[in-house]
């Protein structure tokens, strides 16, 4: 079921199989040097087999940046379900995934992803114990949206400090995109710490729960990016830095979760020139890994080792900032060197 392909950038790269259920999928495993590739599996109808394998690749090499970014002992590794999840997924297909994903012995731990429940991981556990992410047994690490906030909020306390002096965020305003599981946690923390919340998602009722619980201004969806705010925190989708809403950004900074927030690398350059001060987002968002990398790891006393990592993540953060403004360059490239003198080392 697992036929392995050739690859020159990645150590192992699998096409999965399994005629009986209907899987046809992908794994791959960018990186290793670190400790065991972890990264999640995500189920998408992709319009062809080069297509799923062209997002496999790439999303593979991007958890062994943000895995090494977070200080984190394990590579980058990913796995792709080609189908409508709505439509074609079934126990077989998630347990053959889970028998595929277990005769590599554990150099690939898999989670959640798009198209992904916990009750998916549930099934796929049957068939190995390489899944993290889950919400019961020993170790179980949950929810990590929680912990994936208070990385951003550390974030965003750091590029505070470099951009006016101080990492206090009390009486700055916060332009939030999206409220879902990040989002809102971010607000929760962000109000409690002081800061002025503008919010939109195209969930009309989130927005009205966030008014309500945290005074929140509404914004339009559309107008989120221009809010006049200190901060935009994009926690929606990828994709929203780019060549139209760049000159309409009026923030000071851009610190969120959401993954490839830039539409493309040149976008960083784009945002350096107007002096908004990007935090690259694979560095903000590795709370979420951290809090699964506790149950991989098997950390039997989580909360402290959590805490040690989220301290260690926003002092990574700090060094590339410091870097960055030395060199007078963008974070992004300067986040991405100084991962890769990680990655490679020595090797390149
Ligand atoms: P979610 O699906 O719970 O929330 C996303 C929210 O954004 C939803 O409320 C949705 O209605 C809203 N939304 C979608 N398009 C929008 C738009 N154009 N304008 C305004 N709102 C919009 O997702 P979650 O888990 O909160 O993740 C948010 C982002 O952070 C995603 O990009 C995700 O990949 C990334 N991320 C999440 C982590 C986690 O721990 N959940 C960890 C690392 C990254």
Redesign the pocket.
């Known amino acids: 079921m697992l036929t392995r392909l050739a690859s020159d950038t990645h150590e192992e790269v699998y096409r999965v199989e399994d005629r009986d259920s209907g899987l046809t999928g992908f794994i791959a495993l960018h990186s290793t040097r670190l400790g065991p590739a972890a990264g999640g599996l995500r189920m998408r109808p992709y319009p062809d087999e080069a297509a799923a394998l062209e997002d496999v690749l790439n999303l593979a090499r991007g958890m062994s940046y943000k895995n090494a970014a977070a200080g984190l002992p394990l590579g980058g590794g990913k796995a792709v379900i080609m189908g409508d999840a709505a439509r074609d997924k079934t126990p077989e297909l998630l347990r053959a995934m889970g028998r595929a994903i277990d005769a590599l012995g554990g150099r690939y731990w898999t989670a959640e992803d798009m198209g992904m429940s916990p009750a998916d991981m549930a099934e796929i556990a049957r068939e190995t114990r390489y899944v993290a992410g889950r919400e019961s047994g020993a170790h179980a690490s949950g929810d990590?949206?929680p912990?994936?906030a208070r990385g951003v909020l550390g974030a965003m306390r750091a590029g505070a400090a470099r951009l006016w002096g101080g990492d206090d965020l009390a009486g700055r305003s916060v332009a939030v995109?999206?409220?879902?599981?990040?989002?809102w946690h971010l607000c929760r923390l962000l109000a409690e710490g002081g800061a002025e919340l503008l919010v939109?998602?195209?969930?009309a009722e989130?927005v009205a729960a966030a008014v309500q619980a945290f005074g929140a201004r509404e914004i339009p969806?559309a107008a989120?990016h221009a809010a006049q705010a200190d901060v935009f925190a994009p926690?929606?989708?990828?994709g929203v830095l780019n060549h139209r809403t760049i000159p309409e950004i009026r923030a000071a900074m851009v610190c969120g979760?959401?993954?490839n927030q830039l539409a493309t690398p040149g976008d960083a350059d784009r945002l350096h020139r107007r002096g908004i001060l990007y935090l690259p987002d694979y560095v903000a968002?590795g709370?979420?890994i951290i809090n699964v990398a506790a149950e991989i790891l098997c950390i039997a006393d989580r909360g402290p080792w959590v805490e040690e990592r989220l301290a260690a993540m926003r002092a990574m953060m700090e060094r590339l900032l410091a870097r960055a403004a030395q060199e007078g360059a963008s974070p992004a490239p300067v986040a991405d060197r100084m991962v890769e003198e990680v990655l490679f080392g020595d090797a390149r």
Request: aromatic share 0%; net charge negative; proline share 7%.
């Open positions: 990590p949206s912990v994936t995109q999206g409220l879902g599981h990040v989002g939109a998602d195209m969930d989130r969806p989120i926690c929606a989708i990828g979760a959401a993954n968002n709370g979420g």
